[in-house]
T-cell receptor, first 110, second 113 residues
Framework: TQLLEQSPQFLSIQEGENLTVYCNSSSVFSSLQWYRQEPGEGPVLLVTVVTGGEVKKLKRLTFQFGDARKDSSLHITAAQPGDTGLYLCAGAHGNNRLAFGKGNQVVVIP | DTAVSQTPKYLVTQMGNDKSIKCEQNLGHDTMYWYKQDSKKFLKIMFSYNNKELIINETVPNRFSPKSPDKAHLNLHINSLELGDSAVYFC????????????FGPGTRLTVT
């Protein structure tokens, strides 16, 4: 089983601060995705990264795929309360499924 | 239009009962999934169907039986419910390779008392 470790598990910050969360594995993935899940809802896809070293930006969110395609990071600039949620990373390795991490719970305090 | 819908949203039932959860997607995807999310928020895959054919069947008690009448629908029937079955169950669909990007339904919170 391919294991994705996410750290930190829980992060609480003040509005306007920056934060970075991490997703690490010992396995190589063909692509890696980040999802955000808000309370009472299903996870929503934010981004897919494919190429080692790739950086993608989604407004104040910056996603990076590691050079070796084993890890990824998500950086949020000037966090807003609307960024509160559970961030899940998931890796694809071609057997009809994704391997999910356990998530980074982010709370942004107004 | 809701892309992936599930019913019911909440399900409260007693131990030993049988219940079903229904899922429908209007994205035209060939692959659908059932996931279980426990109290620690870990998403665990249970089953997957591709065009009505079962392709993933994880280590799940055989009290759980998925059924896909067509590629837009995937239902989950659970027999003899146990306390440990309490969780949120998510349906998802995907276009498949190469990325298997998942589109999730809103979830069904199952509480077994």
């Amino acid at each position: 089983t391919q294991l994705l470790e996410q750290s930190p598990q829980f992060l609480s910050i003040q509005e306007g601060e920056n934060l970075t969360v991490y997703c690490n594995s010992s396995s190589v993935f063909s692509s890696l995705q980040w999802y955000r899940q808000e309370p009472g809802e299903g996870p929503v896809l934010l981004v897919t990264v494919v190429t080692g070293g790739e950086v993608k930006k989604l407004k104040r969110l910056t996603f990076q795929f590691g050079d070796a395609r084993k890890d990824s990071s998500l950086h949020i600039t000037a966090a807003q309360p609307g960024d509160t949620g559970l961030y899940l990373c998931a890796g694809a390795h071609g057997n009809n499924r994704l391997a999910f991490g356990k998530g980074n719970q982010v709370v942004v305090i107004p | 239009d809701t892309a992936v819908s599930q019913t019911p949203k909440y399900l409260v039932t007693q131990m030993g009962n049988d219940k079903s959860i229904k899922c429908e997607q209007n994205l035209g995807h060939d692959t659908m999934y059932w996931y279980k999310q426990d109290s620690k928020k870990f998403l665990k895959i249970m089953f997957s169907y591709n065009n009505k054919e079962l392709i993933i069947n994880e280590t799940v008690p055989n009290r759980f039986s998925p059924k896909s009448p067509d590629k837009a629908h995937l239902n989950l029937h659970i027999n003899s419910l146990e306390l440990g079955d309490s969780a949120v169950y998510f349906c998802a669909s995907s276009q498949g390779p190469p990325f298997y990007e998942q589109y999730f339904g809103p979830g069904t919170r199952l509480t077994v008392t």
